[in-house]
């Protein structure tokens, strides 16, 4: 299905965004949620054992949800009806674009290899249709393209590889009891093929590792009875477990793996902090949390730049 889905205006908050950000990290973590009255996207120094504050922020955002990095740094915000995108690879950089979200949609979480100049797939949980979707984006022309399939009755999560095959975490059905789905769309269009041997019992954030493989949290907006880690290779659509379920040190819906795929960071809303684990496909390790600025309303975080693939 196509329709029309514009790119609104930029809105460039002032002060600490543009005089901090010249100065701030190439690579760090970001970190979103609802800090005092309204969202903010924090800017993090990549170690930050020594629980120090954020380098920058961006401010003055609707719903942020997740926050996710493309390969050069560009970081991408989705809140609800609109994605932000802005430039990296420092942190904090300038507003690149703001895109709309069509179909009624709400944005959840995004992906890219290149936010500025290739495919953005967008996780839209609902739209006016009751049921959620993919939206394929580019920052010229906005949303255009909606991947939608039978199962996905409400999309969480969304993950890109660089050869432009995307996949969707999401609830077949609308109750509590619902059962976990991924679905796998080749070159990120067409209809989707449902993956088999997803043992997910919940549909929340994904990542790809430096080999290929996807990162699925076990942990969704709806249902999050057992927060978990799976890793699994494939996925095309057969997906084959080479790692999980790993447990949690808190309570995690989003989190992102950095360049050399040797961290995993979690957004931590029961502790209100960002978990900081060592990452490997058959063993994920807690090392160290850090929380300054942050609350219980954290949601997503991520590694910028994202993992090389």
Known sequence: MLAGCG???????KGQDDAVAADAAKDGIYVSGYFGSSSVVYGYRQ???GNDPPDCSKTSLPAAVDVAADSKGDVMVPQGNELSIFRGPHLCGKQLAQLGIGLGGYAVDAASADAEH????????QDGSGNGSVQVCMLRTGCRTYLTNSSMN???GVAVANDGDCWAASQQGRSMGYVAVLTYFKGCSGSGETATGYQNTSSGGLDID???NLVSISCSLANCSTPAVYIYSGCKPRCKKIGGPFSLHGTSR???ISQDST????ADYQFGQVDVYRYGPSAITYLYSFNNGLNSNVVGASYS???AQ
């Open 154 to 156: 409400f999309v969480f």
């Open 210 to 212: 430096k080999n290929g």
């Open 263 to 266: 961290r995993l960071a979690m």
């Open 118 to 125: 290739g495919t953005i797939a967008v996780a839209s949980v």
């Open 47 to 49: 170690n930050n054992r």
């Open 7 to 13: 790119v609104l205006p930029l809105n460039l908050s």
């Open 305 to 307: 730049p994202r993992a």
């Open 254 to 256: 989003y989190g992102h």
